[in-house]
């Protein structure tokens, strides 16, 4: 059943109409699900260039929302006892390789989940439409190198759910979109969610923008390749994506035991910033109420998707700008204290001396992006760098972003206090010599360099 609107979405879209006015969105379509109502609203047009109306209906990107679905898939199977998620890779997919041999023997299916596997995570590219590019694509990370240690660092890892996804394939027989959609969409009366274009393109749909010189322009190419179907590929509905929220909030309905659905949204290692890490799931402790998210950024696309399970709370919210997290950030913390009278914390700032500052400036380099750290007017300022590389290895960056100051909550942790990095966390990570061993920020670790 589809409200139209309450006092408390009524709040939620006048925050969005405010954000829209002053950011370079184009299209957004929100959704709300609580104690059983939902309340969905679109916003703005699917396109600069071809505008329509979008609606509660429009298809989206959703990026890396995707993963989620990924391990929900891997949960069947090991309900099924077809998997277990700390049998070694290789139990699954004999010849796998990476570029270091001794991680490739030990990974195991909760590395992958969890994002500590520790090769090179930003990897993408296409390998066409033919039912090989999962294999294709896993035979490429096997020459990728190795980052941090198996295990031992938290790092966003697109690369291990593209091996996820083949390893679904093996296991079902199937292609990966093909089990996805048989063992979770069909189920879920999921019938405007797709992977392929050839899907999305006979209903209404956003496509993706990037903001330049702050204005919206078209990003191109609008697929993001077969190969990263298991990783982003999913595109979809605010509506549909409310089934799959009320699912996850639920006993299972016949396809996952609640206690399956339970590991899934129990933390395993610590994220980054106030996050620890569950199967997929990022996981926030707010006091003793858990809130679990997954974000999702493709070519021009931004998304999130947010539950409570404990209040039966969802959000979801998906947008055709590259900045669209700079409006969904604030809105889910805000929509969830309207809802549910739960701030979402805000640790406070620490200050430090310019003695104190000194220690962190420096470049530290990741494979996605190269960050500077310097010390302007007495506080420490960040220029993230993009390097580009998606969809495919040869595709440029695009705008740099403006900088930002950096504030610190905790020991070594900090905070950007600027658009359109503002509310993002990282952190200093320090080896046994005490000297910072990686800075970890936008989810990945970045190496000092040394001059």
């Known amino acids: 059943m589809t409200i139209i609107s309450d006092e408390k979405f009524e709040a939620v879209i006048d925050e969005i109409t405010a954000g829209m006015a002053r950011l370079p969105i184009p299209g957004l379509a929100v959704g709300v699900l609580h104690e059983g109502q939902t309340y969905t609203a679109g916003f703005g047009v699917t396109s600069v260039e071809n505008p329509l109306p979008v609606t509660a209906d429009t298809l989206f990107q959703t990026g890396s929302i995707t993963k989620t679905f990924t391990a929900t898939i891997l949960m069947r199977l090991l309900e099924q006892g077809r998997l277990e998620l700390d049998a070694p890779v290789r139990t699954y997919l004999p010849d796998f390789q990476l570029g270091d041999e001794g991680v490739a023997a030990r990974a195991t299916i909760r590395h992958l989940l969890t994002h500590t596997g520790g090769w090179l995570g930003d990897y993408f590219n296409d390998f066409g439409y033919g039912d090989d590019a999962q294999q294709k694509m896993v035979d490429a990370i096997a020459g990728l190198p190795q980052w941090t240690p198996l295990g031992e660092v938290w790092s966003y890892c697109n690369t291990g759910f593209n091996i996820a996804g083949r390893i679904i394939e093996v296991i079902t027989g199937q292609t990966y979109e093909a089990a996805v959609k048989s063992l979770l969409l069909d189920p879920l009366d999921m019938k405007m969610s797709f992977y392929f274009p ?109 539950i409570v399970p404990s209040r039966q709370f969802a959000i979801v919210t998906l947008t055709n700008s590259d900045q669209g997290s700079v ?80 504030a610190f909550w905790g020991e070594d942790k900090i905070i950007a206090l600027d658009e359109p990095l503002k509310g993002m966390r990282g952190e200093f990570l320090r080896g046994a010599d005490g000297a910072i061993a990686w800075f970890r920020f936008s989810g990945r670790v970045h190496r000092p360099i040394s001059e």
């Open 198 to 306: 050839h899907d999305v393109m006979v209903h209404r749909f956003a496509v993706g923008h990037q903001v330049i010189e702050q204005q919206p322009r078209v990003a191109y190419p609008w697929p993001i390749g077969r190969a990263g179907h298991p990783v982003g590929g999913v595109v979809s509905t605010v509506n549909d994506l409310l089934k799959y929220a009320r699912f996850h909030m639920s006993d299972g309905q016949g396809l996952l035991k609640a206690e399956t659905l339970k590991l899934m949204q129990t933390p395993i290692v610590q994220g980054s910033g106030l996050d620890v890490f569950g199967p997929s799931w990022f996981i926030t402790p707010i006091g003793d109420t858990p809130v679990l998210r997954h974000g999702g950024a493709t070519h021009g696309f931004t998304a999130d998707f947010t």
């Open 327 to 406: 409006l969904y950030g604030p809105l889910r913390a805000h929509a969830i204290q309207r809802y549910l009278g739960i701030e979402w914390p805000n640790p406070p700032h620490i200050a430090r001396s310019p003695e104190q500052l000194a220690g962190y400036i420096g470049d530290y380099d990741a494979p996605e992006d190269w960050v500077e750290l310097r010390i302007r007017d007495g506080e420490l300022w960040l220029q993230q760098r993009p390097k580009g590389g998606f969809p495919t290895p040869d595709v440029p960056p695009g705008e740099t972003p403006p900088p930002t100051r950096l």
